[in-house]
Each structure stands twice: as C-alpha cells, then as structure tokens.
C-alpha cells in the first residue's frame, strides 16, 4: 500500500509540474513572427549526444546562441511536440527572460514557420529539409546524411557563428534538385511494410542487406566530422 501510496503520489506531482509548465508557457507563448528560429529536440536523442559540445541542457545553448545573435533580430524558440510541457517551469521562464526571444505557439504550423522565418537554427532534424526547400537558409550542429545540401551550414559550436549575414545565399531548386539525387542514390528496390501487416520475407531481408552493404562500399554516403 505504501508503495501504491507513492506511485501515486510520484504521478501527481508529475501531473501538477507539467499543468504549472503549460500554464508558464501558455502566458509567455507568442504567435508566428519574422525573425531567426530555434527548434528545440526531443530528449534524450542520438544526434544530442553525438555533437562535439554538450547539447543536453538545450535551454542553456538557446542562452548562449541569443548572446551569439544581433539583438535587433527576433529569436523564436518552437519547442519539440514530445517534449511539450514535459519541461520544467523554470526552463519556460528562463527562455522568457531572455531579450527580445519568444516561444512559438506549439499550434503554429511548419508553413506558417517559414513564411516568416529568416533563418532555422537546429541541431539536425526533418526541419532542415523542409527549410531549404522552401528556401530558408539553415544553420546546424550535427552533421546528417543532407549536411551537405545547398543552403545548409553545419557548426561544431555556437561560437563559430560569426555574422549570419555570411550564410550562401542559395537557390531552393539547387536545394530539391540535390536531396532528389541524393534520395535516388541512397534508394533501392523493394516493399514497404506497414506496422507489421506483412511479414518481410528471407529474400527481402538478404536483398536489403545486401543494398545496404553496396551503398556503403560504394562511398557515396560520407561520415564528415563538423566544422
């Protein structure tokens, strides 16, 4: 009973923390606007552990990239959607404190994002993709198999960032043109499976493997370190 007693308790006070961040957040959050936006990560997450610095306290990067950052532009903080309101209330606060910085609305939409936006700030993600293709320049901290798509640049820190005024101008369709040829590089023949629906088959696995095993040898996939 006492352990039931605690569970129960552990769940409330969980329950109350997360109802305290939605109601921090909820006060401070700020519609779509112009200006530089940060994506937050979901965590814990490879790409976090894998950069050169530490990424694991987010919160304390989106302090030290705003101090990085001209303070005349906007600095928007779009939070994970599994991370939402599973951070603390103090993380809210701190983000809101910062000078002119504002957290996104999480019901704002990826195409509202980057009618608006200047400039995406990730440390890697689908938003990278999205972005260039839209023409939206991108800057990142982990490297990914589309790091070297036009108009993406990838730092091993945030104090590499010097002027973002000196991030390539580029062309969206050189953007959709490249991660076309480079889907068509890293594509092979085969099924898609749906949630199990239909089981893979020895051939297909054999066949899959050993597609694999020829993209690989064949070096048209690079591992580059950052900067």
């Known amino acids: 009973l006492t352990l039931l007693n605690r569970s129960f308790g552990s769940r409330l006070l969980g329950f109350l923390l997360r109802f305290l961040a939605k109601y921090e957040f909820d006060k401070i959050k700020s519609e779509v606007g112009e200006g530089i936006y940060f994506y937050l990560h979901h965590q814990p997450e490879v790409a976090l552990e894998d950069c050169r610095q530490d990424w694991y306290n987010q919160i304390s990067k989106v302090e030290e990239l ?48 980057l ?9 890697s ?13 991108v800057i990142m901290f ?41 889907a068509k590089k890293i594509s092979f023949e085969g099924r898609t499976l749906f949630l199990g629906r239909e089981n893979i088959s020895q051939k297909d696995f054999v066949n899959y493997i050993k597609a694999i095993t020829e993209l690989v040898n064949s070096k048209k996939i690079k591992f580059n370190e950052p900067g």
């Open 66 to 113: 705003r101090m990085h950052l001209p303070l005349n532009l906007p600095l928007y903080v779009k939070e994970s959607p599994s991370m939402f309101y599973r951070r603390s209330l103090e993380d809210y606060q701190r983000l809101h404190r910062l000078p002119n910085t504002f957290l996104v609305d999480n019901n704002s939409s990826t195409a509202s994002v």
């Open 142 to 182: 982990h490297n990914t198999w589309f790091s070297e798509c036009p108009g993406i640049k990838v730092f091993s820190s945030i104090s590499e960032i010097k002027d973002i005024n000196d991030i390539d101008k580029f062309n969206k369709k050189d953007s959709k043109n490249y991660l076309i040829n480079l």
């Open 125 to 137: 993600g689908t938003i990278a993709l999205e972005s260039v293709s839209n023409g939206v320049p």
């Open 115 to 123: 009618k608006k936006a200047k400039l995406i700030i990730t440390v």
